[in-house]
């Protein structure tokens, strides 16, 4: 009759194996091995087909040195399992190279712990084991196998991680290159959209983040592309933004301001992430009215009024030209009634109260005008020309109000 091992004190909760187990399992390690290795390529035939490639004796040892290191750890628990840790890293990055998730692994893992313990009761039964001591095996050696799977998830994480840092790159630089325009090299976007798998659409919508800007890749859509660490943050939204783009843009853009570009033929993004940063200025200048998305055509002829202030200025100088002589306060009181004039072409009346004056105030600024501009205001394309400088220079002059 062989010798009976069971811990010292069977009322006890359980605890370590005692040392001298290691030397009753260290002898059915070769037999084990071989036994673990055709259940799991049974199960797992894409193990088969690796066991038997380039890889396969690199696996054989690394299978031996978890068996084997927890052999030694039950015979010296100080035992040092840098080996093993390193290779159960390993086959986790193993495992995410070739584009697996770990459950393939986990079940591996789990399924070798199966024959384990099974090879356990046999050798019990002829060794006599306690009930408890076969429990305290069972024990330690799924939490050794929980460990072993810890450590492998480490590696596939790493892999991943570095993964998608890298993939995120890529999309940054095919982000730049979209925005670039010509003359970048079509082919170049091409090759970007192969290696990140992302489809080059025909129209695209830019928005322009305000700083600080954050972005919850979780909720965000997969095909957004965006540049949150540039000094001036952008996405980059395939087509139109929809009622659904809409949606994810407020979950996923942790509560930072934004202006949504017009939507536009890809080749013109820069267009529409120019358009959309200008009216994020105009926002600052106090030109347009702040919110938590500002939508570029809600503020189309803003835009256009206020695209060149040099080029307003000289407008201004040639269609307000017939008044610069006049005082500076009889100008401005002139130019309030045109543009007034020219915004409702209403009564004296109506004139009169949006310009809190007497109706006959108005008449006579009115006559005073038509001697002074006569065919400027009778012409269409001059009275629209000067219209339009009115206006642009109203929003400028809010913009200089709003400044501190």
Request: aromatic residues 6%; hydrophobic residues 40%; charged residues 25%.
């Amino acid at each position: 009759m062989r010798e009976v091992i069971s811990p010292l004190d069977t009322g006890e909760p359980l605890g370590p194996l005692p040392q001298e187990f290691a030397a009753i399992m260290r002898p059915e390690l070769p037999s084990l091995i071989k036994e673990i290795g055709v259940e799991v390529t049974r199960a797992y035939p894409e193990y088969a087909r690796l066991l038997s490639g380039p890889n396969g004796q690199a696996i054989r040892v690394g299978v031996e040195q978890s068996l084997s290191s927890f052999v030694d750890l039950v015979a010296e628990p100080s035992t040092s399992t840098s080996l093993r840790d390193d290779m159960c890293r390993r086959f986790g990055r193993f495992e995410a190279y070739e584009g697996r998730t770990m459950e393939t692994l986990q079940g591996a893992y789990r399924l070798g712990a199966r024959v384990a313990l099974r090879r356990a009761k046999k050798v019990g039964r002829s060794y006599n084991f306690s009930p408890t001591l076969m429990l305290s095996f069972a024990d330690a050696l799924f939490a050794y196998i929980d460990e072993l799977e810890s450590l492998s998830r480490e590696g596939f994480l790493e892999v991943q991680s570095q993964s998608g840092e890298q993939s995120e790159a890529m999309r940054r630089r095919l982000l730049h290159l979209i925005l670039a325009g010509r003359p970048v090299p079509r082919t170049a976007i091409a090759e970007l959209c192969e290696q990140t798998g992302w489809t080059l659409p025909e129209e695209v919508t830019l928005v322009a983040v305000r700083t600080p800007a954050g972005l919850d890749r979780v909720s965000a859509d997969r095909d957004i592309l965006a540049d949150l660490s540039d000094p001036q943050p952008h996405l980059l939204i395939p087509g139109p933004l929809d009622d659904a783009r809409r949606s994810m843009l407020d979950q996923s853009l942790l509560g930072s301001r934004a202006a949504i570009g017009l939507t536009v033929p890809t080749a013109l993004a820069s267009d529409s992430i120019r358009w959309a940063r200008r009216v994020l200025e105009l926002v600052d200048s106090g030109v347009i009215e702040d919110a938590p998305f500002v939508l570029c055509e809600d503020h189309l002829i803003t835009l256009w009024l206020l695209s060149d202030p040099v080029l307003l200025d000289q407008l201004a100088q040639r269609e307000l030209a017939p008044i610069a002589k006049i005082s500076a306060t009889r100008r401005e009181r002139l130019v309030e009634t045109l543009r007034i004039w020219l915004d409702t072409r209403g009564t004296a009346a109506h004139m009169g109260e949006l310009l809190d004056v007497h109706p006959q105030t108005v008449r006579y600024r009115m006559r005073n005008l038509e001697s002074i501009f006569g065919e400027q205001l009778i012409d269409p394309e001059s009275r629209f020309s000067t219209e339009a400088v009115l206006r642009a220079l109203q929003l400028r002059a809010r913009s200089e109000e709003s400044a501190p």
